[in-house]
């Protein structure tokens, strides 16, 4: 059997996030941890943009690509160290992105648009970017925002209140609605401190 394109990229992303040997249990299913994000990256897509294209479909499954070989901890433990993390880690993803989807068959014009997302460049101008930004945050806040919370313990809700607002100004207005319609789960302990923070 032939596979197409986007068949074809969705086998190599997904085997490429296999990889990872940091491994998460969900709905009694062992995962390796950016297979799984990658797996709630797309069924969140389905949600909340199911018209989304295959250009932004495989954006979606491939933003944390082996996201393990840039640990944090290599960089200094300051905002200085963190940004420049963040950069190199956003242009490894996409240049990861970029070369599966070479041996998938993508032309240069389809490949650059997902790099653009990938990359998390032009948020404000761009409208794949801020699409990708959505799912991300709402995939944060239904997923990983309680896992986050109880890591940090020694953050008081002053703390807590400016994460979930810099979340929160990261998305558009549609992400918003979605996310308090009830088409997320909130984590339930987190609902009130979510409300406070989103109506300040």
Do not use: C
């Not at 996409?94 to 240069?108: E, F, N, Q, R, S």
């Not at 699409?131 to 990983?144: C, G, K, N, P």
Request: hydrophobic share 40%; no cysteine.
């Amino acid at each position: 059997m032939i596979q197409n394109n986007f068949e074809l990229a969705l086998e190599l992303i997904d085997a490429a996030n296999n990889e990872d040997t940091n491994i998460e249990s969900s709905d009694g299913k062992q995962w390796s941890k950016e297979l799984l994000y990658s797996h709630r990256m797309t069924d969140m897509q389905q949600r909340y943009a199911p018209d989304a294209d295959d250009a932004m479909k495989l954006a979606m499954r491939v933003q944390h690509i082996q996201r393990w070989k840039y640990p944090r901890d290599e960089y200094p433990m300051d905002r200085t160290g963190y940004h420049l993390w963040r950069t190199n880690l956003y242009t490894f993803h996409a240049d990861t992105a970029a070369a599966l989807l070479v041996k998938a068959g993508y032309d240069d014009e389809f490949i650059n648009r997902v790099k653009l997302a990938v990359s998390k460049k032009s948020l404000k101008t761009n409208p794949d970017t801020r699409l990708l930004e959505d799912v991300s945050a709402l995939v944060f806040i239904e997923h990983y925002m309680l896992a986050f919370v109880e890591k940090h313990p020694e953050y008081d809700e002053e703390k807590w209140l400016l994460i979930i607002k810099r979340t929160w100004n990261k998305m558009t207005e549609k992400a918003h609605d979605f996310a308090l319609s009830g088409s997320i789960k909130l984590p339930e302990s987190l609902i009130p401190l979510i409300q406070k923070a989103v109506s300040e």
